[in-house]
């Protein structure tokens, strides 16, 4: 999701009676519901799983600025443009939500910020493919805030404090953000044959990356399971996706869209809808850097970042200044 | 000229101000120094095109021909916006915007609270709505002029750099012509030359905090306001128009 395959150090879940005391006692605080907060006790190995997950989250919501960020300046309406404006704003929001939560584990926004320059850090790989229609701002709304929500909501009540609170923030935000999405695609919908088709298209180029996005199959999801044991992860990959299978193929009959899978099916008898073979050597081909997109959202944010050096430099040499004058003032 | 002819050009002015340099903002987005700029930048552009959607709203109920805010921001030529031509200009760097929004907001604040007082309701209430939002702006921009100006030396260079570059836009919003005149008349409208002593005298209290040098009195270019602009303004309507353009017709 926007946290992807976030590496927890484990090669299998250990059984309580394999665990130090220490972390057997943390296990079953955990299991008993109680929150971490960030002064607690905590095994490093739960600190730095989280330290990942959050700031990946956190990245995620910022590179994700980006494919909707390139179509602020060619809204088709002023009302259009300014709910675009108001919901980019929001996602630099969450990433700062995100980032102080992860904070409260010892490690800087800076660090954060320059192990993604570096390469070190991932963000979902959702924002590595291309915004090239305006219905393709509908779909990101639409398809990718929908399936965040769905993995989101549980996090509210996930077992590190500062991250279920930041969650419940970012949650009511990502809710207007799913139904702004579904709105442009509804007035698409409605429209000539050529936003018929502009819908149509940009929905086939993102219906397969937005269904992986949960992550890979539980069967080969090692990470999962003991992120759920943590429980900063409280449903499996393929429970979410179906959720998001179940929400969104009604929604897109309803939009008179042809979902671009030829397998996909009604289940009579699970009551849920079934989809084709995913792609994953894709999935993986994206997170690993060859996405359409991953050099140039790379690109533009080490960008934003070192031609804005110089005015970070001259905020702090002027607080500094600040400080001296107001230290003269007093003496 | 007559008088609602007149209105209808003043209101284009404000409102196409308002929206050339809200779009100018928006290219902004995701890319500034920090988040948190990125985020301010960010609600500067939507105020601003609050701003515009009511004086444009306005604009076209005013001139009765049946165009909406939409109908005026997607479908003028460059000949037909009267944004000053300081709002048309492009972004820069970091203080090259800060400059433009420092000069346009310490005109703006003290011409929305000129409107306030506007013998049009309409006018009057629009201006009210926008005072409070253009205080916050001018209240950010100047602590940025300051910040940047008495920051570092590279910082310093840049800010006076970008003073001083647009300082020849800023002489258009005080001149007054036809339009002007009868709306300064009929009390809808002020007259735009007393707002330049106040104008002055605020711009160089914060150059002076940021030791930054006020410009020389030099030549100042016009002809936004009355439709004739910089070559920037085409590239940014062709941008911002690009979809009513090319789908005519569509509601969306």
């Known amino acids: 999701m926007y946290a992807q395959l976030v590496d927890t150090g484990a090669k299998r879940v250990q059984s309580l009676e394999e665990l130090s005391p220490e972390d057997r006692a943390f296990q079953e605080r955990i299991d008993a519901g109680v929150k971490i907060e960030a002064k607690d006790p ?17 990245h995620s919501e910022i590179v994700g600025m980006l494919p909707e960020g390139n179509w602020i300046t060619r809204a088709p309406t002023l009302k259009r443009k300014a709910i675009l404006l108001a919901k980019v704003q929001d996602e630099g929001g969450h990433g700062l939500y995100l980032y102080s939560a992860a904070e409260t584990l010892g490690v800087s926004r800076d660090q954060m910020i320059a192990d993604l320059h570096a390469g070190k850090a991932k963000y979902s790989s959702i924002f590595n493919y291309p915004t090239l229609s305006w219905a393709d701002v509908g779909c990101i709304g639409w398809l990718v805030d929908g399936a965040a929500i769905i993995n989101q909501i549980p996090l509210c009540r996930c077992s590190y404090g500062p991250y279920a609170r930041a969650m419940v923030r970012v949650c009511k ?19 000539t044959a050529e936003q018929k ?18 992550g890979p199959p539980d069967k080969d999801s090692v990470h999962s399971a003991q992120s759920m044991a943590w429980k900063i992860k409280l449903f499996s990959n393929d429970e979410l996706r179906q959720k998001w299978l179940d929400q969104t193929v009604p929604q897109a009959h309803y939009l008179g869209l042809t979902v671009p ?27 690993k850097g060859d996405g359409p997109c991953n050099r140039d959202r790379l690109r533009a944010r080490v960008k934003a970042w070192e031609d804005g050096a110089w005015v970070r430099e001259a ?11 107001e230290r003269v003032k007093a003496a | 000229m007559g008088r609602q002819d007149a209105l209808f050009e003043y209101l284009l002015r404000l409102g196409d101000s308002a929206l ?27 105020d601003l095109i609050g701003q ?4 444009l709203a306005y604009a076209g109920e005013v001139e009765g021909k049946g165009r909406d805010e939409d109908r005026l921001a997607f479908l003028r030529d460059a000949s037909d916006f009267r944004n000053v031509l300081l709002v ?11 400059a433009r929004q420092f000069y346009f907001d310490a005109w703006n604040v003290r011409a929305l609270d000129a409107l306030r007082g506007s013998t049009d309701a309409r006018v009057a209430d629009i201006a009210g709505k926008s005072l409070k939002e253009a205080r916050y702006h001018f209240e950010r921009s100047a602590d940025w002029v300051v910040r940047l100006g008495d920051g570092t030396d590279e910082s310093r260079a840049k800010m006076q750099a970008a003073i001083d570059d647009l300082w020849t836009y800023t002489g258009e919003l005080f001149a007054a012509d036809e339009v002007d005149r009868i709306l300064a008349e009929s009390g809808v409208g002020f007259d735009p030359g007393s707002l330049h002593a106040p104008w002055m005298d605020a711009v160089k209290q914060v150059l002076d905090e940021a030791t930054l040098v006020a410009p020389a009195a030099g030549y100042m270019q016009r002809g936004g306001k009355q439709g004739v602009h910089t070559e920037n303004l085409g590239y940014l309507l062709a941008e911002m128009q690009f979809l009513q353009r090319a789908y005519p017709g569509g509601q969306w």
């Open chain 1, 42 to 58: 905590m095994p490093e190995s739960y600190r730095r799983t989280l330290v990942r997950q959050i700031s990946q989250h956190a």
């Open chain 1, 173 to 191: 935000e990502e809710s207007f953000h799913q139904r702004q999405g579904y709105d442009i695609m509804l007035a698409l919908a409605r429209g």
């Open chain 1, 197 to 214: 088709a502009m819908a149509q298209e940009a929905f086939n180029r993102w219906w397969w990356p937005a269904l992986a996005m949960q």
């Open chain 1, 261 to 287: 899978d030829p397998d996909l099916a009604w289940n009579d008898e699970t009551g849920h809808w079934e989809h084709g073979p995913i792609d994953w050597d894709e999935f993986y081909r994206v997170i």
């Open chain 1, 315 to 325: 905020a702090v040499a002027h607080a500094e200044k600040r400080a001296a004058r």
């Open chain 2, 20 to 46: 050339v340099l809200a779009q100018r903002l928006g290219e902004w987005t995701g890319k500034a120094p920090i988040i948190e700029e990125d985020l301010a930048t960010a609600n500067t552009a939507l």
């Open chain 2, 52 to 55: 515009a959607r009511m004086w």
């Open chain 2, 88 to 98: 048309e200009q492009p972004n820069g760097n970091f203080a090259d915007t800060i």
